[in-house]
C-alpha cells in the first residue's frame, strides 16, 4: 500500500460522520443567514422593490444621516445601559448568591436554588406581563407593598416615565436570568478543593477570608465567561422590550435597543415601511459589536487569566 493510501487509511472518518449533522444544521441556520445578512446590507432597494449594489451606503447613513443615525445611537446606548444593568446588578448578585449556597451548614440549599431558578425556566412574554400588572399605577399591588413598609411616596408608574423605564425592564430582566450566573457560578464553587477550605478553616480564616482570598481567584475564569454571555445575551436582547412595551419602544424610544430597531426597520410597524436592507444593515451593526466584544475578551481578558493561572 502507498503512503498516500494509508494516510487515507488512517484519516478518521467516523468524526466527520459524527460531526456531519451539527455542521450542516450550523451552516444551514446560522453562518448561511449571517453571511447573506452581510450581503444584503449592501444593496439599497426603490419603493418598487428592486434591489441595487450601493456598497457602505446604509452604513454610512446609519451613522450620519440624522434620518437613521439619531435611533441607531439612542438604540445602542440604551443597549449598553441595558447591558451595565446586567453586569453590575445581575452578575454580582449571582456570585452573592452562589457564595452562600456553597456555605456547608447552609440548610435548605436545593429549595433555594430551586425557587431562584424557577423564572428562568418561564417564558419572557410571562414575566413581562405579571411585571406590568405588579407595576400598573392602576390595578398593581407594588404601591400596596411600598406603602407596608413606609415608602408609599416612592411609588412611580416606573414603566411609563423616560428616566426609568430601561432601568426597570433592565431590573425585571435581572430578576428573570439571575438564577443562570448563580448555578455558573456555584458549579464552579463546587469544584473547589475542599482541602483548601478546611485548611483555610483549621487557621481560622472566616467565611468572608476564605470566598475573597480562595474562591473568588479560583473563580475569576468562569466569572469572565459569564460576563461575556451577559454581554452577548444583553446585545442579542428583543424579547422582553417588545412583550412589555412593544416595537415602539416606548415612552419616546425611551427603551429602544438595538433588536427592537432592527424588527421596526427590517419588518416595519404602524407607519413605518419596512427597510430590509437597512435592517440588515443594523443587524450586521449588532454582530459587530457582538464580535468585538468577545474578540476583547479572548484576547485581552483571557490572556490575563491565563497568565494570572499560571
Known amino acids: 500500500m502507498s503512503a498516500s493510501g494509508g494516510r487515507f487509511a488512517r484519516f478518521p472518518h467516523h468524526i466527520v460522520l459524527f460531526l456531519a449533522p451539527a455542521t450542516i444544521i450550523y451552516t444551514l441556520f446560522m453562518i448561511y443567514p449571517l453571511l447573506d445578512s452581510i450581503r444584503l446590507s449592501l444593496y439599497s432597494t426603490d419603493g418598487s422593490g428592486t434591489f441595487s449594489f450601493s456598497g457602505w451606503a446604509n452604513y454610512v447613513a446609519l451613522i450620519t444621516d440624522p434620518q437613521w443615525s439619531e435611533a441607531f445611537w439612542n438604540a445602542l446606548w440604551n443597549n449598553f445601559k441595558f447591558f451595565c444593568v446586567h453586569m453590575f446588578v445581575q452578575n454580582p448578585i449571582g456570585i452573592m448568591l452562589a457564595a452562600l449556597l456553597s456555605l456547608p451548614k447552609l440548610t435548605g440549599r436545593t429549595t433555594y436554588r430551586t425557587l431562584i431558578f424557577i423564572p428562568t425556566m418561564l417564558s419572557v412574554v410571562i414575566i ?37 423605564a430601561l432601568v426597570t425592564l433592565s431590573l425585571i430582566s435581572v430578576w428573570q436570568f439571575v438564577g443562570i450566573p448563580m448555578m455558573l457560578i456555584y458549579a464552579a464553587m463546587l469544584n473547589i478543593p475542599h482541602d483548601l477550605v478546611e485548611g483555610a478553616i483549621i487557621d481560622g480564616a472566616t467565611h468572608w477570608d476564605i470566598f475573597w482570598h480562595i474562591k473568588l481567584p479560583l473563580i475569576l475564569p468562569t466569572i469572565a465567561m459569564v460576563s461575556v ?19 415602539l419602544a416606548g415612552p419616546d424610544f425611551s427603551t429602544d435597543i438595538m433588536g427592537t430597531l432592527f424588527y421596526r426597520t427590517f419588518f416595519g410597524f404602524q407607519l413605518q415601511l419596512g427597510n430590509p436592507t437597512m435592517g440588515a444593515a ?29
Open 282 to 310: 443594523i443587524a450586521t451593526m449588532m454582530f459587530m459589536v457582538i464580535l468585538l466584544g468577545v474578540l476583547l475578551y479572548l484576547f485581552i481578558l483571557q490572556r490575563k487569566l491565563r497568565r494570572y493561572a499560571l
Open 128 to 164: 413581562g406581563f405579571i411585571w406590568q400588572l405588579i407595576l400598573s399605577p392602576l390595578w398593581g399591588v407594588s404601591e400596596t407593598l411600598l406603602s407596608f413598609v413606609g415608602l408609599t411616596d416612592w411609588f412611580q408608574p416606573w414603566l411609563g416615565q423616560e428616566g426609568t
Open 229 to 247: 454571555l451577559t454581554f452577548v445575551a444583553n446585545f442579542n436582547a428583543f424579547d422582553l422590550i417588545y412583550a412589555v412595551k412593544g416595537a
